[in-house]
């Protein structure tokens, strides 16, 4: 099973699922703000939810952007999309079927995007494809456009790694099969989050990619150290 066909069965119970983790949404909303901060408030924002499943992100960053804002998300599981248009949205958020590491950016607009975010998307591109997809992230900003990553990393941590093990065998997993008898992806996420980069190599990735003013910070409560934000700049043009 591909990954995105096991993201298309367990899209209906995705959202039931993550909302059980009590800081899921928090941290979504701090990441949307975190980037809206960043490219400014103001009028005729465009902005990229990269990897925006059923649209928990989307709607974070729909409500952290000012009024009229347009938001494109992007996701490779068609599932996911069909649950995130059955939301009510703005005229100004739209969806779109599109896999990272494979997008069309001529198509998406090369330097056309003011911000993007992404959420738990690069731990599931393969690791082959990881730089090609930070790059096509590089080719959608606009110059001194922000990028906004948050994901799950362990990689070095000895604690965070015994922490997300114990609650992905727990927790996830069996909450996973008792409510939607879905094992293979709640098996995938956690061993997609073991096997990802640590923090410390895809800050290197965002870096190597030519972003500037690289940062991360962790999240509070159980996640802390588990669960990161980046933030990172295209260079402004050069007059």
Known sequence: MTTAAAFDRGASRYDLLVGLNPGYHRELRVAAEALVDRVGHRPGLRLIDLACGTGASTRAL????????????????????EQAGRASWPMTVRFCQAVAGELDVAALGPGSHHGIMTAYLYRNVPVQLRDK????????????GW???????????????????????????????????????????????VEFDSVT???????????????????????????????????????
């Open 147 to 193: 990028l906004v990553v948050q994901e799950y990393s362990v990689a070095g941590d000895s604690r965070a790694r015994v922490v997300w093990d114990a609650v992905a065998r727990f927790i996830i997993i069996p909450l996973g099969v008792l409510l939607d008898g879905n094992h293979d992806l709640y098996h995938y996420l956690w061993q997609s989050v």
């Open 133 to 144: 997809a930070v790059a096509e992230v590089y080719e959608l900003l606009a110059p001194g």
């Open 62 to 81: 729909q409500q952290a952007a000012p009024l009229g804002t347009e938001v494109l998300g992007l996701d490779a599981s068609h599932g996911m999309l």
């Open 201 to 239: 190599r895809f800050a290197d990735r965002l870096v190597a990619g030519g972003f500037e003013d690289v940062a991360h910070r962790t999240a509070t409560g159980w996640q802390h150290g588990i669960l990161h934000t980046f933030v990172a700049r295209k260079p402004r043009e050069k007059s």
